[in-house]
């Protein structure tokens, strides 16, 4: 049996979004009956429940897939809070960016709904063992991922603080790649610094100081792509496989040869299940990129919109 959603109401504040009741939700997820529980690096768990609503950008009676995700807060305060946060929600709209639909803040629970995106995070295809990413896949992945990122640099000119992790991209049934934004609460980053969480994905000036810029973003997205081409999830092994391709690149400048056409150290850490499937020239090059993406100094950092000119080029080469 199929559970629907027939109540349309919107928030007064944001017509983008609809305000479901919680016995709405009740009844779609036919009682919250989990559909998957997502682990984030982090150590934050996501419970996503699937349902069925009314399609209100048709004008047939279709309806859509969506998901609902369950949002923990710690308090009263911090759900009014949260409520505050979500009404901003869907006010800009890309194919890279998750797409909101509605949220309920009623009694404890605090519940978004989104789009329904088929193949669910990226860290589970990358990390469940269950399939082999393609090379062309994960770079369309990366290309995706950096779109979005730029469109977010590009609206808001600051930083998407700790937005930008493995468990917050999200794929469709193409392995188009969206970011699951929502804008970072920043009360809670003391909190989350003391916690010392997605500490892999911190550049060395947020380190030292605890401020984040957009080009801490493009620190962060590199570490993503590294994840992303060699399935390496342990943080000190990230740091290892970064240290080593900055001291290639010592090396070779040190040779006087030219690191775009030489050989990089990055093809044996690519991930072996690829098999060598993959372009080399086209390897090369994206482990360049991820060493100019990581550079301790972060003002000789690539802005986004480079880095996503250079993962078009190399999603050209065959």
């Not at 947020?206 to 992303?228: H, R």
Request: charge should be negative; hydrophobic fraction near 40%; glycine fraction near 4%.
């Amino acid at each position: 049996m199929t559970w629907y959603l027939d109540v349309l109401r919107v928030d007064p504040e944001n017509e983008n979004l609809r305000v479901f009741s919680l016995t709405e939700l009740k009844k779609a997820t036919k009682n919250f009956e989990k559909e998957r529980v997502v682990d984030g690096e982090d150590g934050s768990v996501r419970t996503f429940y699937k349902a069925s609503i009314d399609d209100t950008s048709s004008r047939t009676k279709t309806r859509i897939s969506v998901s609902v995700m369950e949002c923990v807060q710690a308090s009263l305060e911090a759900i009014e809070a949260w409520k505050e946060e979500v009404k901003s929600l869907g006010e800009h709209s890309h194919p890279n960016i998750v797409k909101f639909l509605g949220y309920c803040c009623e009694d404890t629970k605090s519940l978004l709904v989104f789009e329904y995106l088929h193949k669910g995070t990226l860290d589970h295809h990358i990390y469940g063992k269950n399939e082999v990413l393609s090379w062309a896949t994960r770079v369309k992945i990366a290309n995706g991922i950096a779109q979005g990122v730029a469109f977010l640099h590009l609206i808001n000119n600051s930083s998407l603080y700790f937005e930008l992790r493995m468990h917050n991209i999200m794929l469709d049934e193409e392995y188009n790649a969206k970011l699951f934004y929502i804008e970072t609460n920043k009360t809670c980053l003391e909190n989350q610094w003391t916690l010392g969480t997605g500490l892999k994905y911190m550049s060395p000036e947020c380190m030292m100081t605890g401020v984040f810029k957009m080009d801490s973003d493009v620190f962060a997205f590199g570490v993503i792509l590294l994840e992303l081409f060699t399935d390496s999830k342990d943080g000190d092994l990230l740091i290892a496989h970064l240290t080593a391709l900055r001291n290639e690149a010592k090396k070779l400048k040190n040779k006087s040869l030219d690191v775009r056409t030489t050989p990089f150290l990055f093809t044996e850490i690519i991930d072996p299940r690829l098999e060598g499937d993959y372009p080399v020239n086209a390897a090369m090059q994206m482990g360049t990129l991820i060493r100019k993406c990581t550079r301790k100094k972060s003002h000789i950092r690539p802005v986004m919109q480079k880095v996503l000119d250079v993962l078009i080029h190399i999603a050209e080469i065959n």
